[in-house]
């Protein structure tokens, strides 16, 4: 049972424009969101993260958005640049995961956002 | 660079070998996770470590064990191999137990190839 869901397995948005990327869980116990950016052949790059008392936080061309009663999250990239072009991964803490530990992630499956020039 | 480092980048072996995947932490950092990232699983939780001691186990193989050293790198061990074990490894550090606020760093990863 996928924890934590996106469902969106890639998306294309043009230079400048706002690219959203979606993100759903189920656990209501995670309390602790994450946004990692991974290029090919690399390591998951932390990105910005949201803690379940805020709806909101944002850094620089980042926002990201919780809404804790739809458990949805959303990364918010305006404007978008060609250098965005990855695979986002959503991932969630909290809660009692595995052997008592809040701390290890549950990792979505990812979404592959292209900008095009 | 996320200051966590990984050795090696790439690993080639056989069926039935045994290896070993290091990792050493950011500076100040006490928990190291393991991760496995295979085709058609997403990134995988394995095990973590806080300070030396074992924390929390995912969907770890009973084949796989890891441990953490007193100077805080820590290596994971696949024994055993089989073909289905190809896949990326990352390797992750946090200062703190992990929970709120307690952001992972990840290593570049080594990729494992099974023949």
């Known amino acids: 049972d996928q924890q934590v869901k996106q469902n969106s397995p890639s998306l294309s948005v043009q230079e400048g424009r706002i690219s959203i990327l979606n993100c759903d869980y189920t656990n209501s116990m995670f309390d602790y969101f994450l946004w990692y950016k991974k290029y090919p052949a690399e390591g998951p790059t932390f990105l910005i993260s949201i803690s379940s008392i805020k709806d909101k936080n944002e850094d620089g061309r980042f926002t990201v958005f919780l809404n804790k009663s739809a458990k949805h999250l959303s990364l918010h990239i305006v404007p978008s640049q060609p250098g965005d072009s990855a695979v986002y991964f959503c991932?969630?803490?909290?809660?009692?995961?595995?052997?008592?530990?809040?701390?290890?992630?549950?990792f979505g499956k990812g979404t592959k956002l292209s900008v095009k020039p | 660079d996320s200051g966590v480092t990984q050795t090696p980048k790439h690993l080639i072996t056989a069926t039935g070998q045994r290896v070993t995947l290091r990792c050493s932490p950011r500076?100040?950092?006490?928990?190291v996770y393991w991760y496995q990232q295979s085709l058609d699983q997403g990134l995988q939780f394995l095990i973590q470590y806080y300070n030396g001691e074992e924390r929390a186990k995912g969907n770890i193989l009973e084949r796989f064990s890891a441990q953490q050293f007193p100077d805080l790198h820590s290596e994971l061990n696949l024994s055993s191999l089989e073909l289905g074990d190809s896949a990326l490894y990352f390797c992750?550090?946090?200062?703190?137990?992990?929970?709120?606020?307690?952001?992972?760093?990840f290593g570049p990863g080594t990729r494992l190839t099974v023949l």
């Open positions: 500076s100040g950092d006490l928990s």
């Open positions: 991932a969630a803490s909290g809660g009692l995961n595995y052997g008592g530990s809040q701390g290890n992630l549950i």
């Open positions: 992750a550090s946090s200062v703190w137990d992990g929970g709120l606020g307690d952001t992972q760093y």
